[in-house]
């Protein structure tokens, strides 16, 4: 380590500065290769067994005599876990390192997802995912966190617009293959389709916690294919930007600062739309009537394709033009123009998913300029804890958009006043961002 942090910055400070410029890109190059496609793998398949049970419910519901309301609150009630346990899981990965946090979250939820074969009543129901929930918490914060470790700001948005094409990548390829298994492996070895969702796409997750654990590198310090040099000049970054004095660096400073809580507020907004197109995008396919399992994955990942574009690119220009508030701002506002058309439309087939993915497009898009917001002024403990809860209360709108849309369902039949509901909080998060967020972050 000392070698990387003294003599190998002195090498470099003979070098002239086009040659300096290239090493730096060459290191962030390297790392972004190394790193973004393994973390968004491990995401796809966090968020794969998170929201198949949104597949699963096609047939799950009819087999163990559960209503709308009991799926809505199965579903969210996965982030009351997630709520509860979230700050704790950062701050011990902070402690003991990304790779043994992220290794254990990874393995245990592939285990609760694989359980849920054996639901019979809406306790237990209710109770595997609140313990998926338990088991998740930590994850997408972790890697936030484990990324700047790696990323200095002023490259994170488009960073994190990687990394967050998980979401949609998961929706891409999560819904044909849950729709292909649902076709597939009904009634195979006394099974029900729903079952064998959990099984297979439980048992990926399990193998995966291994290989981070032979895989992941703690810090560029550690990056065995890093020259000195690139390791010297990352962690220079980091810890220049790290010792910043307008950056808080504690816990106590993290929540006792405004900026954060307000943060949460947004996220809380914004999640509301992520969940509603995880959890409902199905349901919502279905009522335009579109008929078989396969045939409701497929379509169902239309929406997914539009939006990854959309947050890849809303991350590049805001990290190029260094623009943060509006990129945020005008993608809710895009997602509660979408939810609301999507809600009006639902008698028109083409037009409603024409509707819903341009909710997916402003929603999705929203992600990656949103967190660049906190951690432009948290660092250290402060950004551990911070950034964890501002995760935390933001998903517990996971919670609240699926049991309302259930609630919504189950007592006007309908599905148009949930999404009119979470349109409003999408609108919400626009008006929050614009009104506290400073122009420039």
């Known amino acids: 380590m000392s070698s990387v942090m003294t003599g190998a910055p002195r090498a470099m400070d003979n070098l002239p500065p086009a040659q300096l410029a290239q090493q730096r890109n060459e290191a962030y190059h390297k790392i972004t290769v190394r790193l973004i496609p393994f973390l968004v793998f491990l995401f796809v398949l966090a968020w794969i067994d998170r929201v198949n049970v949104g597949f699963a419910k096609l047939q799950m519901l009819q087999d163990l005599q559960f209503s709308e309301a009991v799926y809505g609150l199965g579903a969210g009630i996965f982030f009351i876990g997630y709520f509860l346990f979230e700050v704790p899981s950062n701050l011990l990965l902070e402690k003991i390192g990304a ?143 790290a010792r910043d004095p307008a950056k808080h660096s504690s816990l106590k400073d993290a929540f006792a600062n405004s900026r954060v809580w307000i943060c949460a507020a947004i996220y809380f907004c914004v999640v509301s739309g992520n969940a509603t197109i995880a959890f409902w995008s199905p349901s919502i396919i279905k009522e335009l009537g579109v008929h078989g399992n396969l045939q409701i994955g497929l379509v169902s990942a239309i929406p997914f394709v539009a939006g990854t574009i959309a947050m890849v690119l809303n991350g590049i220009h805001s990290d190029r033009t260094g623009e943060r508030r509006m990129h945020c701002a005008l993608a809710t506002l895009l997602a509660a123009v979408g939810l609301t058309l999507t809600g009006s439309l639902l008698h028109s087939a083409v037009l409603a998913l024409v509707a819903l993915t341009v909710a997916s497009i402003g929603i999705l898009a929203a992600f990656p300029v949103f967190w660049s917001l906190p951690s432009a002024f948290l660092a250290g403990t402060a950004a551990a804890g911070g950034i964890a809860l501002i995760n935390s209360i933001g998903n517990l709108a996971g919670f609240v958009a699926p049991y309302m849309i259930g609630w919504f369902k189950t007592n006007t039949g309908q599905l148009a006043a949930g999404l009119y509901f979470v349109a409003a909080l999408e609108f919400c998060a626009s008006v929050l961002v614009v009104v506290f967020i400073r122009a420039r972050a």
């Open 99 to 241: 790779r043994k946090t992220l290794a254990r979250i990874t393995i245990l939820w592939g285990l609760a997802s694989m359980a849920m074969i054996f639901v019979k009543t809406p306790t237990q129901f209710y109770a595997l995912r609140f313990l998926l929930g338990v088991f998740e918490a930590g994850f997408f914060p972790g890697v936030v966190l484990y990324l700047t470790y790696w990323f200095p700001a002023a490259r994170r948005a488009r960073i994190n617009g990687l990394f967050m094409t998980s979401f949609a990548i998961a929706g891409v390829v999560g819904g044909p293959i849950a729709g292909f298994i649902m076709s597939a492996m009904d009634g195979v070895d006394g099974l029900a389709n729903w079952q064998w969702l959990f099984v297979i796409e439980g048992i990926p997750s399990v193998l995966a916690g291994i290989a981070v654990l032979l895989y992941l590198p703690e810090k560029p310090a550690s990056a065995k294919w890093l020259t000195q040099p690139q390791q010297a000049i990352v962690t220079g970054d980091v810890e220049a930007e």
